[in-house]
């Protein structure tokens, strides 16, 4: 579950939001921003169950692509790199959307 930002503070959430603790975030409400999402199938952090179910939750999720073999660190580490032409891929094609979007 997502929640909306935490001010840190009960009187700063309640100035917010009405309440101490800030309200969920509904991923289904982005419409407009293009997802990429990278999955190591061996992170115990954003476990592979629930990265399909959160995919199954966006709208905008334009690549999705599960990795054998890699965990949360991984993707900082970059001890293996071959995901990173995916990486570049879709930077690309973020840009080449971008471009005739301005035009």
Do not use: C, W
Not at 4 to 15: L, Q, R, V
Not at 37 to 43: C, E, I, N, R, S
């Amino acid at each position: 579950m997502f929640k909306k930002y935490d001010y840190g503070s009960d009187a700063a959430n309640i100035e917010k939001y009405g309440s101490k603790i800030p309200p969920s975030l509904n991923v289904g409400d982005i419409k407009k921003v293009p997802i990429a999402m990278f999955v190591g199938l061996q992170d115990d952090l954003a476990d592979p169950v629930d990265t399909r179910n959160l995919r199954s939750s966006l709208n905008t999720v334009s690549f999705y692509q599960e990795y054998d073999q890699m965990d949360h660190g991984s993707f900082l580490i970059g001890k293996n790199m071959d995901y990173f032409s995916d990486v570049i891929a879709q930077l690309h094609k973020a840009n080449e959307e971008a471009l005739v979007y301005i035009q």
